[in-house]
T-cell receptor
Framework: GAVVSQHPSWVICKSGTSVKIECRSL??????MFWYRQFPKQSLMLMAT?????????EQGVEKDKFLINHASLTLSTLTVTSAHPEDSSFYIC??????????????FGEGSRLTVL | GIQVEQSPPDLILQEGANSTLRCNFS?????LQWFHQNPWGQLINLFY???GTKQNGRLSATTVATERYSLLYISSSQTTDSGVYFC????????????FGKGTHLIIQP
């Protein structure tokens, strides 16, 4: 299967600082990538859809000024949590689909990034 | 948006037992995937199965799209099968991203 890599796996930061998480598709090109958030013992919730070369589409209730998404190339999307607060502590996971597929294609997930804000 | 319901929410079995996990969805789907989330949080792709039946070793899955459900079968369970199993779908008429169910937490006891 296709490989999606996330970095960093773990990050601890102080309240008020910003944190950037990278998501890379290693062996395929991805026009579209997706960012999810998972709180402890809960399911994954879609935060935003990242489109290469255009603005991200955010789900209802997700603050676009707090969660900045940049998809500058066909293999890289970044999520920046700005002015992080303890309530932003969560597990963030990205996923990607090959550009060869429409929305019927299989999605592959990164390893996830666990953010702890002190 | 589309609703995804998984059952049972929790399941405890002895090693060697068989199990069936169910996923119901409220609308037509373009994509359905089953995942196993390991203790470190990583999502392992089990099946991409918008319709039909597939098998991979001790695991198999069936999706009946017309009746809006999918089943995941685990045979001869092993302790390493423990974890959370998620069903996720892409709605036929909605956004491109996967919508996840709440998962089934499976514990296999030795």
């Amino acid at each position: 299967g296709a490989v999606v890599s996330q970095h960093p796996s773990w990050v601890i930061c102080k309240s008020g600082t910003s944190v950037k998480i990278e998501c890379r598709s290693l062996d395929f090109q991805a026009t579209t990538m997706f960012w999810y958030r998972q709180f402890p013992k809960q399911s994954l919730m879609l935060m935003a859809t990242s489109n290469e070369g255009s603005k991200a589409t955010y789900e209802q209730g997700v603050e676009k000024d707090k969660f900045l998404i940049n998809h500058a190339s066909l293999t890289l999307s970044t999520l920046t949590v700005t002015s992080a607060h303890p309530e932003d502590s969560s597990f963030y996971i990205c996923s990607a689909r090959s550009s060869l597929w429409t929305n019927t294609g299989e999605l592959f997930f990164g390893e996830g990034s666990r953010l702890t804000v002190l | 948006g589309i609703q995804v319901e998984q059952s049972p929410p929790d399941l405890i079995l002895q090693e060697g037992a068989n199990s069936t996990l169910r996923c119901n969805f409220s609308d037509s789907v373009n994509n359905l995937q089953w995942f196993h989330q390991n203790p470190w949080g990583q999502l392992i792709n089990l099946f991409y199965i918008p319709s039909g039946t597939k098998q991979n070793g001790r695991l198999s899955a069936t999706t009946v799209a017309t009746e809006r459900y999918s089943l995941l079968y685990i045979s001869s369970s092993q302790t390493t099968d423990s974890g959370v199993y998620f069903c996720a779908v892409v709605s036929g008429g909605g956004a491109d991203g996967l919508t996840f169910g709440k998962g089934t937490h499976l514990i296999i006891q030795p």
